[in-house]
């Protein structure tokens, strides 16, 4: 992942690309948290080592069909050089079942295998962080709602114009969900589901 530019800069800051009606509609907020976003990423980046960034340079050339192509390419030709090499009585370098091949293909999918298992175990370390911090943020906002609730339900009571009457689905949503309670029942419904035939 390379440093973004200046232009990328405005879109980051803004949300949106230079000169779109887009940048001047988004609030400070959406801006400041796509920043955030922008700061995670580069915080996530900057961790990387040398060994790790040449592993994602070659995570990116393989992720191409560019890559599927060249070695496709190379079976083509090597099959293609043998069999032409034969047919013209010379000796083939590698015979059929061309065996050579064969080490050349599993090599490079040892390689293509590895490459793509170590950035799938960043990207789940980064999804898994992303999980926890929105897990942290729906608490959170859980909490607020909650809050809020009770906030409003205390000035209804206190003013003399609202007439003051018991709402059973505003006194529930006053308390607090216990996550650890939601956690259980969560358990216990996919249990019932998976043993149910």
């Known amino acids: 992942m390379s440093r973004?530019?200046?232009?990328?800069?405005?879109?980051?800051?803004?949300?949106?690309?230079?000169?779109?009606?887009?940048?001047?509609?988004?609030?400070?907020?959406?801006?400041?948290?796509?920043?955030?976003?922008?700061?995670?990423?580069?915080?996530?980046?900057?961790?990387?080592?040398?060994s790790e960034r040449r592993l994602d340079r070659i995570g990116e050339?393989?992720?191409?069909?560019?890559?599927?192509?060249?070695?496709?390419?190379?079976?083509?030709?090597?099959?293609?050089?043998?069999?032409?090499?034969?047919?013209?009585?010379?000796?083939?370098?590698?015979?059929?079942?061309?065996?050579?091949?064969?080490?050349?293909?599993?090599?490079?999918?040892?390689?293509?295998?590895?490459?793509?298992?170590?950035?799938?175990?960043r990207l789940t370390r980064m999804e898994t962080q992303r999980s926890q911090l929105d897990l942290q943020v729906n608490l959170l906002t859980e909490q607020k709602v909650t809050k809020l609730i009770h906030l409003l339900e205390e000035l209804r009571r206190d003013l003399p114009m609202v007439k003051d009457r018991h709402d059973p689905e505003a006194a529930a949503l006053q308390q607090r969900t216990d996550t650890a309670q939601v956690l259980v029942a969560l358990e216990q419904a996919g249990e019932h589901s998976t043993s149910s035939p």
């Open 61 to 121: 050339v393989i992720a191409r069909p560019l890559y599927l192509a060249g070695l496709l390419s190379v079976v083509v030709l090597w099959i293609g050089a043998n069999l032409l090499a034969r047919h013209l009585g010379a000796a083939p370098f590698d015979q059929p079942p061309f065996p050579a091949l064969q080490g050349v293909l599993t090599l490079a999918a040892l390689l293509t295998t590895t490459v793509v298992l170590i950035a799938q175990n």
């Open 4 to 50: 973004p530019g200046p232009r990328c800069d405005r879109e980051i800051e803004t949300g949106a690309p230079e000169g779109s009606s887009e940048a001047e509609t988004l609030s400070a907020q959406v801006s400041s948290n796509i920043r955030d976003i922008s700061a995670f990423h580069e915080r996530e980046h900057g961790k990387l080592g040398e």
